[in-house]
């Protein structure tokens, strides 16, 4: 049961996190801006639970954590794998094809099936890529991202997205296959029907229960972290890992077959980014030979972003 103070504005949401997972986010059933008591049902592992509790308002959001100790150390196991793999590289409107995204979006399925797989019961995989049965198009893009609301509070999210990421004002634009610019605007604004925003994506992670984990292949992905986006990832604990920083662009390499992050990202999955050597790599090892490995293939060009959880560091694979 938790009780709400009496806020200068009218609570709009409530979300609760326990060990990095999204468990509990509704509108629903909450006090106005005189407060409250709300009561809840979340489920926690045995041992120590990390919880944390965000009340969301038009003036932002706030965080309260706590720590809760249950008998019998042992951690929840986790059930269900749910990946999300879109890659495109044959632009219907204008001319910028690129030559690996669906390799990419292709080879991160099978490695994440493989060594994050070995962490799970189950593997759901959605595969949306040219030269594949499901065509990157926004409509089969939006789609796909639907899968995420089957996700419950032990099971794990991986969304990957390799192909053109576009700036366009202060906002972050994935673009689809039909992708296409309005008429009449001079080539300054997107239809936002045929283009993914990373606002949105990102609304519909932080709303997706489980642990989430967004990894962006695209030029300019860092712009996805801006001040407000990156307190928007740490609130809902989402683990985003990104191609490039704000200033610099994403790679292709024909003699690696794959987008320069894409391979040290493989590669790092595979084993390569364990440091400990003890068969399982961590998020926070894997975002450090990511950023190593794509600095040295680049000459310090390309500088990825890898942002981690509060709730601390967890494994990603096994291998």
């Not at 059933?29 to 005189?34: K, N, S």
């Not at 944390?52 to 269900?80: F, H, K, W």
């Not at 509070?153 to 576009?166: E, K, P």
Request: proline letters at 4%; one cysteine or more; hydrophobic letters at 40%.
């Amino acid at each position: 049961s938790l009780s709400l103070a009496a806020t200068s504005q009218a609570p709009e949401r409530l979300g609760v996190i326990v060990n990095g997972r999204n468990t509990y986010s509704s509108a629903d059933g909450l006090p106005g801006a005189g407060g409250g008591d709300v009561t809840i049902e979340i489920a926690g592992a045995p041992g120590r639970n990390l919880i944390e509790i965000n009340l969301e308002n038009p003036v932002g959001i706030t965080t309260q954590r706590i720590a809760v100790t249950a008998p019998d150390v042992s951690e929840l196991q986790r059930t269900r794998l749910f990946v999300v793999s879109i890659g495109v590289d044959d632009y219907q409107s204008f001319d910028q094809d690129l030559n690996f995204a669906a390799a990419d979006a292709k080879a991160i399925l099978a490695s994440a099936n493989k060594f994050a797989g070995r962490l799970h019961q189950v593997v759901i995989g959605r595969l949306v890529a040219d030269g594949q049965p499901i065509e990157p198009t926004a409509d089969n893009v939006r789609k796909a991202l639907e899968l995420l609301g089957q996700a419950r509070s032990n099971d794990t999210v991986i969304v990957f997205l390799a192909g053109h990421g576009i700036n366009e004002g202060a906002d972050y634009l994935f673009l689809p296959r039909d992708a296409r610019l309005v008429a009449g605007t001079d080539n300054k604004r997107w239809d936002p029907q045929t283009v993914i925003n990373w606002r949105k994506l990102q609304d519909t992670l932080a709303a997706t229960k489980g642990r989430r984990i967004m990894v962006i292949d695209t030029c300019h992905a860092g712009n996805a972290f801006n001040p407000r986006l990156v307190k928007d990832a740490d609130d809902a604990n989402i683990t985003v890992l990104a191609a490039t920083d704000a200033d610099t662009l994403a790679e292709e390499r024909a003699a690696l077959g794959h987008g320069v992050f894409t391979h040290a990202l493989l590669k790092g999955l595979g084993g390569a980014a364990d440091a400990g050597s003890d068969g399982a790599v961590g998020a926070a090892e894997l975002g450090k030979f990511i950023k190593q490995s794509v600095r040295g293939l680049t000459d310090g060009k390309q500088s990825p972003v890898a942002h981690l959880p509060v709730s601390g560091d967890f494994t990603v694979s096994k291998y």
